[in-house]
């Protein structure tokens, strides 16, 4: 042996080794302790990367203002009371827009090999997915507040009041917690972000124009009539209008959370599956 | 536990198939609890995909494996609750500060709040990484970035940790603080599975070493019984005057008793020997016989010389033998 290593710094040798001396180990978190401690995560990133927030804030925004006074004059006669019919739709539509954002972050933990360090961890499996939906849920209700704040500055007025707007908010928020696990498996099987990202693209873009977001579907030819009142994001857009607006019914909800049933049903255990033996 | 319980991997026939390739195509390991195994081989040899499936990130396709004594298969929460895995595949989070990082994991492994942040503080300190600790670690150099890895993987000492390819990249002076830090691991009790592309490294840091190569374990000993297959190391000798190289070549050849090669040069000689006693009697033979000279090296086969026994080609370019003591 030639090669001496030179110690680094003196006393490091002695601070390693009690570093390494503890042999001890915490009993394990519990499921939800773990999902909670990825949540944290997940906000800590926004915090640092505040850039990631520019979807939430910007698209809002520029949406409701585009859509509001760009076709309510044509589509309503005045655009403010075209407001009180499109900012429930608008609200959907940015919400279940940023969804897609789940999806592509989990892409890149994956070939960052960010998760692989996660996978070799004796904590409860689910954890890392549920955590980062988790932090996503924070997301979904900030851009829910600046859709709801600027209209009002716009003169939207809901009838359902404050406790409406606020069910209505989250409803949102369970349905796009729901809508998360169809990109997190997409995530997780394809190979790059931006593959993640086109394919969200070409599922999101129908998902929520072939709606009632901006029209009403008895205008539609009736083939796309048909199309657009299957359109889980159609029951989601009458709930969330009517809680807003006070004429909600229980078979709208009802329809919204069956709907949210059928993607977790299907997408959590296909995640599930992909994450555990991923390749 | 039972009568493997001094091996801390064995694997026996272990096969991955991606697509067409077989990455790994039938490996056999036995590695014992303590000290360093060196899993060498080129790059896409199946080191990293081997390592994986041992550590229950991926399933095998074939064979099977048994990691301190449990199924990584069938036993995978109990093989995860004692290894851990630090390499090119298993990294930090970049966005992160590296306090952050081992507090998330401490957190993750069970510490309460205030024990996660003096565990994470003490490692930090261990590790060297306190003035960057606040610092996001994409903005780490090499060497932090590779500590703070490793500090990640140790946030719960473990009883086998696996180093994947820990040194690649890295300059000299942070690629020995690595290796102080695998010797100060193997010291408090923790058996380490390293791969590496580095023959220099298996040399210094693996107790024993196998090599794979195309998903196969092809030799597999300690690097000085790898390099002994090889044959023995070379006497290089540079004479001051070239006109006196063929006396000093008959010389050499009684004194060590094997043949004595001409180099290009024409002042050099050099001789296949490994016995450093009857090197230097040939070395005062010349002397004594009034032949000047003016370098002379003893060099151990590296093991770049033994991969390329084993697979008639060079593991990487770069020096063929190491002098190991040169006057």
New interface residues.
């Given amino acids: 042996m030639t090669t001496t290593s030179p110690r680094p710094v003196a006393g490091t040798d002695e601070r390693l080794r009690a570093a390494l001396a503890p042999r001890t180990r915490p009993e394990r978190p519990g499921p939800l302790a773990a999902s909670l401690v990825f949540g944290w995560r997940a906000l800590l990133k926004i915090k640092h990367v505040p850039e990631q927030l520019f979807d939430v804030t910007a698209f809002p925004v520029i949406f409701l203002l585009m859509f509001t006074y760009l076709f309510g004059g044509a589509l309503s006669g005045s655009t403010s009371e075209y407001l009180q019919y499109v900012l429930p739709g608008i609200l959907v539509m940015t919400v279940t827009m940023i969804t897609m954002y789940t999806g592509m972050t989990l892409n890149a933990d994956v070939s960052r090999g960010v998760f692989d360090r996660f996978r070799s961890l004796p904590v409860w499996r689910p954890a890392v997915l549920a955590g980062a939906l988790l932090g996503d849920a924070v997301r979904y209700t900030l851009a829910s507040m600046i859709v709801v704040v600027l209209g009002v500055l716009l003169g939207f007025r809901p009838e359902g009041g404050v406790v409406g707007v606020l069910l209505a908010v989250a409803l949102l928020v369970v349905f796009s917690y729901s809508l998360s696990w169809i990109w997190t498996t997409l995530g997780l099987s394809l190979r790059t972000p931006n593959s993640v990202v086109n394919v969200s693209m070409m599922i999101m873009f129908p998902a929520t124009f072939l709606t009632n977001i901006f029209v009403d579907p008895e205008t539609m030819p009736w083939w796309l009539n048909a199309f657009v009142s299957v359109n889980p994001v159609t029951h989601l857009v009458t709930a969330v209008r009517g809680l807003m607006h006070g004429t909600v019914t229980a078979a709208q909800v009802g329809w919204v959370f069956l709907a949210c049933g059928v993607l977790v049903a299907v997408f959590a255990p296909l995640a599930m599956y992909l994450y555990g033996g991923k390749e | 536990m039972n009568r493997h319980s001094d091996l801390a991997i064995e694997a026996e026939g272990l096969v991955k198939v991606?697509g067409r390739t077989r990455a790994v195509d039938g490996v056999d390991l036995a590695v014992r609890t303590g000290g360093v195994f060196g899993f060498l081989g080129p790059n896409g040899a199946g080191k990293t995909t081997t390592i994986?499936m041992l550590?229950?990130?991926?399933?095998p396709d074939g064979g099977r494996a048994r990691v301190l004594g449990h199924d990584v298969v069938r036993e995978a929460?109990a093989v995860?609750?004692r290894?851990?895995?630090t390499g090119?595949?298993?990294?930090?989070?970049?966005?992160?500060?590296g306090l952050?990082n081992l507090v998330?994991?401490a957190?993750?492994?069970?510490?309460?709040r205030a024990?996660a942040r003096a565990r994470a503080g003490?490692?930090l300190?261990?590790?060297?990484l306190v003035e960057a600790a606040g610092r996001?670690v994409r903005t780490y150099s090499g060497g932090m970035r590779r500590r703070i890895d490793i500090a990640?993987g140790?946030v719960?000492?473990p009883d086998l940790m696996f180093l994947d390819e820990p040194t690649a990249g890295l300059d000299p002076?942070s690629r020995?603080?690595v290796?102080?830090?695998v010797r100060?691991?193997v010291?408090?009790?923790?058996s380490v599975l390293l791969t590496t592309q580095y023959l220099d490294e298996a040399d210094?840091l693996a107790d024993r070493v196998a090599v794979i190569d195309h998903g196969r374990v092809i030799a597999e000993g300690t690097p000085g019984e790898l390099k002994a297959s090889v044959g023995s190391g070379a006497l290089h000798v540079r004479l001051r005057d070239p006109g006196r190289r063929t006396e000093a070549e008959r010389l050499l050849a009684g004194a060590l008793g094997v043949p004595v090669r001409r180099g290009p040069d024409p002042a050099a000689l050099s001789a296949r020997t490994f016995d450093s006693a009857r090197a230097a009697r040939a070395l005062s033979e010349l002397s004594d016989a009034g032949i000047a000279v003016d370098q002379f090296a003893l060099g151990r086969p590296s093991l770049d010389e033994v991969f390329l026994a084993l697979t008639g080609r060079p593991a990487e370019a770069g020096e063929a033998v190491?002098e190991?003591e040169a006057a």
């Avoid at chain 2, 550590?55 to 399933?59: D, E, G, K, S």
């Avoid at chain 2, 957190?107 to 309460?112: A, D, P, S």
């Avoid at chain 2, 300190?125 to 060297?128: L, P, S, T």
């Avoid at chain 2, 010291?187 to 923790?190: A, K, L, S």
Wanted: no cysteine; net charge negative.
């Fill in positions: 991606f994986r550590a229950t990130l991926l399933r929460d995860r609750g290894v851990s895995l090119q595949f298993a990294s930090v989070d970049e966005d992160l500060t952050e998330l994991l957190r993750l492994f069970g510490y309460r024990g003490e490692l300190d261990a590790f060297g996001q990640a140790i719960v000492t002076r020995n603080q290796w102080d830090i100060a691991l010291d408090q009790g923790t210094q190491r190991e």
